[in-house]
């Protein structure tokens, strides 16, 4: 079984302070793990994964996120937010199995204020 | 690259009739694709995976009469909500990945919005 947890519904931050949106997951074999963004109406867009390799991921729009294998937790982070960061994200977890599968958490709204 | 359509991006229809909403992998071929249902302000459940030329697999407790799924092509996929009643109407996404080796993520379409009278 797998599973993701965002443990806060909501974060607000003010434009130009750091950002970080919590995710710890949980699953039987090697994660593989994923961070979408979600606008309203539109479908998801991809910002970064971990498969293996350096704990620290750099994905898009100047997103970072943190491997903790000790803490299962990957959590997303941008040192500057922007008022367009504001949007759904969703964290996502999948074991290194063949069906693809995804797990996604509850999703955290992002709110960046001017 | 890695574009995915949904075909319409919304619809409203009366309850009874069914509707088909189109996922397409515009630039790439799409072993498999997903469809998940997305209800308000909440995550996005897997309703069912599908590869091209084979049945589609279910994930538990979705009806696979109610929601008919044909994979017929690597860049196409349908989800059919059959007999639509208002329980059904939600935000219906569909995903697709490539296959390619080093190329796990799930690529997205923008969504469908059903909504059922």
């Known amino acids: 079984a797998q599973s993701v947890a965002q443990p806060e519904d909501q974060v607000n931050v003010a434009e130009g302070n750091p950002l970080t949106v919590k995710c710890t997951y949980s699953?039987?074999?090697?994660?593989?793990l994923f961070w979408y963004v979600q606008y309203p109406n539109r479908g998801l867009q991809f910002l970064l994964k971990?498969?293996?390799?350096?704990?620290l991921v750099k994905g898009s729009y100047g997103f970072e996120a943190e491997f903790n294998k000790s803490q299962t937790s990957f959590h997303l982070k941008k040192p500057s937010a922007l008022v367009s960061d504001s949007a759904l994200y969703f964290c996502?977890?999948?074991?290194?199995?063949?069906?693809?599968?995804?797990?996604f958490g509850a999703g955290t709204t992002v709110t960046v204020r001017a | 690259g890695a574009v995915v359509s949904q075909h319409p991006s919304w619809v409203i229809c009366k309850s009874g009739t069914s509707v088909k909403i189109e996922c397409r992998s515009l630039d790439f071929q799409a072993t498999t694709m997903f469809w998940y249902r997305q209800f308000p302000k909440q995550s996005l459940m897997l309703m069912a995976t599908s590869n091209e030329g084979s049945k589609a697999t279910y994930e538990q407790g979705v009806e696979k009469d109610k929601f008919l799924i044909n994979h017929a092509s690597l860049t196409l996929s349908t989800l059919t909500v059959t007999s639509a009643h208002p329980e059904d109407s939600s935000f219906y996404i569909c995903s697709a990945r490539t296959g390619f080796a080093g190329v796990d993520e799930q690529f997205f379409g923008p969504g469908t919005r059903l909504t059922v009278l």
């Open positions: 996502a977890v999948r074991d290194g199995g063949n069906d693809y599968k995804l797990s």
């Open positions: 971990y498969i293996t390799g350096d704990n």
């Open positions: 699953v039987s074999g090697n994660p593989y």
